[in-house]
């Protein structure tokens, strides 16, 4: 998907999830600077960080 399109998508569902537990699954960063909580799996669940962190270790 281009990133156009990728951005209206995310667009109408941040309303649709607003204050609801979602799981997405994603490699952009753009998408994932608006989760709360990052859970990273390599065959396993291998690590849990914020946003933020994940961002400054890359």
């Known amino acids: 998907m281009d990133t156009v399109t990728g951005e209206r998508i995310l667009s ?8 609801r ?12 600077r ?9 065959a396993r669940l291998h690590e849990k960080q914020l946003p933020e962190e994940k961002l400054e270790a890359t």
């Open 21 to 32: 537990t979602t799981i997405l699954i994603s490699h952009r960063v753009s998408t994932i």
């Open 34 to 42: 608006q989760a709360d909580v990052i859970y990273g799996y390599y």
């Open 12 to 19: 109408g569902l941040s309303r649709v999830w607003k204050g």
